[in-house]
C-alpha cells in the first residue's frame, strides 16, 4: 500500500506548489456532468465601456435625436432602415442578413432602478445580476452551474468558457468557476507540462485530508484542459472570420460547438465603447468588428447546423447619455437596448416600444424592461433552470425565445 503524502511532503515540494498556483485562471470544481446537456448554447458578448445605444439602432423618425446630436447623429441618407422609426448604424451592415433571415431581436430600453454610472460597479451589477446598492461575490452564470451541485459535486469548469486570459465575475460562483483561455493551444502547452502533469496522475486516495480539495482543483483542472484540447482537434472553420481578436474568439467558440463540446456557456468581451470625446471617428469601427463577427459566426454555426441551437446576447453595463457632449462624444448614461441573435427566436425583430426621447429622467432615457427580465428568460427558456434560484426572487419572463 502507498503512503500517503504528507502536509510536509506537499509544502516541501515548492516547485509543484508553485507551478499548481501559476496554472490558468479558470474555475475548479469537483467531478460529476450537469444534467443530461440538451444541446443548447448560449453566448454572452459584453460591450465594455458604455456602448452608445441611440448611436447602434437609430430612432431616426424623432427630430430629438438630432437635436439633442448636431454633430453625431448619423445622417439620414447613411441609415440602414429597419422599420419606420428605426435603423441599423450603417457598420452593422453585416448584420442585415441576420435581420432579414429572422435572426435577430432587439429589446430596447433595458436597464435597472437608480443606474450607477461607474464602469467597475455597473459592471459587476449586470455580472452578478445584483440591485443597485447590493454586492454579490458570485456572477449569474457561476450561480447557475452552483445550484446543479450536488453532495459537493460540480460539473468540470469547461462547461463556461470565457475567451480571455482572466476569468469574469459573471462565470464565478461560490462552487463553480468556469474555464478562461484565449486559445485552446494555450490549454495544449500547459498539458505538457511535466509538473502539471504530475499533479494530474496522483492518486486522490492517497493523498492527506489536508489537500483534498486542492488536489481535486488540480485534478478537475487538468481534465477540462484535456477535454478542450481533445474537441478543439475536430473541426477546423473554413469560414472567413475577420482578423480582429474578437472574431478570432468567436471562432474558437464555433469550432467547440461544430466539434460537439457540452459546453453551455460562452462569454466573449469587445472594448473600446466609453466614447466620451470624437465618437463618430471611433464607434462605427467598434460596431463593425462586432457585426463582422457575428456575421461569419452566424454563417460558420448555420452551415453546421448549429445556429438553431443557439442564442447570442450581446449588452453594454449602461448606455450613453442622449444629448451629445462639448467633445463631440457622449458621457455615460443609463438604459440601453440589448441585441439578441439566434436561429430559435421567438419574437423577431423589434421586441418593444422605442426609446422615449420624450420623457427622459435626468436626460437619460427610462428603462422600461429590467435587465434580469432578460436573464430570468434566458435561465427559464434556455438553460432550463429556475431563475428565482438564482437571481434571489422573481422576474417577468419575456417572449423573445420559445
Not at 429572422?102 to 459592471?123: E, T
Not at 449569474?140 to 460539473?155: A, K, L, P, V
Request: aromatic content about 8%; hydrophobic content about 35%.
Amino acid at each position: 500500500m502507498k503512503n500517503k503524502i504528507s502536509r510536509r511532503d506537499f509544502i516541501g515540494n515548492t516547485a509543484l506548489v508553485s507551478a499548481a498556483m501559476m496554472m490558468p485562471g479558470f474555475l475548479r470544481a469537483t467531478g460529476n456532468n450537469l444534467a443530461a446537456f440538451n444541446g443548447k448554447r448560449l453566448i454572452i458578448v459584453q460591450l465594455t465601456g458604455g456602448n452608445d445605444g441611440l448611436n447602434t439602432i437609430i430612432p431616426y423618425s424623432n427630430d430629438l435625436y438630432y437635436s439633442n446630436r448636431p454633430d453625431i447623429g448619423i445622417k439620414p441618407a447613411d441609415l440602414i432602415r429597419l422599420n419606420d422609426d428605426l435603423a441599423f448604424n450603417p457598420a452593422l451592415e453585416s448584420l442585415i442578413d441576420l435581420w432579414e433571415q429572422g435572426s435577430m431581436s432587439i429589446l430596447n430600453n433595458v436597464g435597472y432602478p437608480n443606474p450607477n454610472r461607474s464602469h467597475f460597479r455597473s459592471r459587476d451589477i449586470w455580472q452578478s445580476a445584483s440591485d443597485e446598492n447590493q454586492v454579490i461575490n458570485s456572477g449569474w452564470i457561476g450561480r447557475t452551474f452552483d445550484s446543479q451541485c450536488t453532495d459537493g459535486h460540480c460539473t468540470l469548469p469547461h462547461n463556461a468558457i470565457e475567451i480571455d486570459s482572466s476569468l469574469s465575475l459573471v462565470l464565478r460562483g461560490e462552487k463553480f468557476n468556469g474555464l478562461a483561455m484565449d486559445k485552446p493551444n494555450e490549454l495544449a502547452q500547459g498539458l505538457n507540462n511535466p509538473v502539471i502533469k504530475t499533479f494530474s496522475s496522483l492518486d486522490i486516495n492517497n493523498i492527506s485530508t489536508n489537500h483534498n480539495f486542492l488536489y481535486k482543483e488540480m485534478v478537475d483542472t487538468f481534465q477540462s484542459a484535456e477535454y478542450v484540447v481533445s474537441k478543439s482537434k475536430i473541426y477546423s472553420s473554413k469560414i472567413l472570420y475577420p482578423q480582429t481578436e474578437f472574431s478570432k474568439g468567436l471562432k474558437v467558440v464555433s469550432e467547440l460547438i461544430v466539434s460537439g463540446s457540452e459546453t453551455k456557456v460562452y462569454y466573449l468581451s469587445l472594448n473600446g465603447f466609453d466614447t466620451h470625446v470624437s465618437q463618430n471617428a471611433f464607434h462605427p469601427k467598434q460596431l463593425r468588428i462586432l457585426s463582422q463577427g457575428i456575421n461569419a459566426l452566424y454563417n460558420d454555426l448555420k452551415q453546421n447546423n448549429e445556429w438553431n441551437n443557439t442564442l447570442v446576447v450581446v449588452y453594454s453595463e449602461f448606455g450613453r447619455r442622449v444629448k451629445q457632449n462639448g467633445a463631440r462624444g457622449t458621457d455615460h448614461g443609463t438604459a440601453n437596448n440589448v441585441l439578441l441573435f439566434g436561429g430559435n427566436l421567438n419574437k423577431l425583430g423589434i421586441v418593444n416600444e422605442l426609446p422615449n426621447l420624450n420623457d427622459l429622467q435626468d436626460g437619460d432615457l427610462k428603462h422600461t424592461i429590467d435587465f434580469r427580465s432578460v436573464y430570468a428568460t434566458v435561465l427559464k427558456k434556455w438553460l432550463e433552470v429556475n431563475p428565482s434560484v438564482i437571481l434571489g426572487r422573481e422576474f417577468p419572463l419575456l417572449d423573445f425565445i420559445v
